[in-house]
């Protein structure tokens, strides 16, 4: 039996995971929550399991790529498939990079689901034929969308900006000092040859980035 927990903030998408897997003879719904602080609060309970984490990739309290450091780090023994609407090119090579096992866009079919859920409880990743591709462009040639070259630091700084946030609240978002997110912005900029915040916002925008 696979134990899944399912992490959205959209009541609808929540409720359709969770019966989805409440309907699948091979799988158990461990819990779901439906910000990264509810995330927290049932892995750290040791009398919930957990094989697999339905994560949506937006949440309140958190972000994205901080989830799956903080994942890697206190639960190594969850696997994590990220639902999401942005499209494959978007994120995929990046949270497969912070240590997520697969990425799905929500409009894909619940057998496709199903799938990536038995596919990641066994220790591999799912990875989907398109999602294939456009990872042979990234690893392979190097083609990938420039704002993979970033890190995350810098990704992050650039999905904020995109948000409307100034550098002193993207300070206060990401726990960093004015100074170290100006560092950061000055390197994003540079990597995507854009000049000013202006051209970084109408990149993110484009791209369907912001935060």
């Known amino acids: ?5 399912v992490v959205d903030d959209h009541p609808i998408v929540r409720q359709g995971l969770t019966q989805l897997i409440r309907d699948t003879p091979d799988m158990a719904l461990s819990g779901e929550a439906e910000s990264f602080e509810g995330l927290w609060s049932v892995l750290d309970d040791d009398a919930i399991s957990v094989d697999v984490l339905l994560l949506d990739i937006k949440m309140p ?40 096992s ?27 034929a398109a999602g294939a591709r456009i990872l042979a462009d990234a690893l392979g040639r190097g083609a990938g969308p420039a704002h993979d070259q970033l890190s995350d630091r ?21 726990h960093l000092s004015v100074k170290t997110v100006s560092t950061y912005r000055t390197r994003m900029l540079d990597k995507l040859s854009l000049s000013n915040d202006a051209e970084a916002i109408r990149y993110a925008l484009e791209r369907e980035l912001a935060e």
């Open 1 to 5: 039996m696979i134990h899944v927990l």
């Open 102 to 128: 697969g990425y799905l866009e929500k409009a894909r079919p619940a057998e496709d689901i199903r799938d990536a859920v038995r596919t990641v409880a066994t220790g591999r990743r799912y990875i989907t």
């Open 61 to 100: 309290g958190g972000d994205i790529l901080d989830a799956l450091s903080r994942l890697a780090k206190r639960h190594p023994e969850v696997a994590t498939v990220v639902v999401s609407t942005y499209p494959e090119d978007q994120f995929l090579v990046r949270v497969l990079r912070a240590g997520a």
């Open 154 to 174: 810098e990704f992050q700084v650039l999905r904020l900006l995109a948000s409307g946030r100034s550098v002193g609240e993207i300070a206060e978002a990401l």
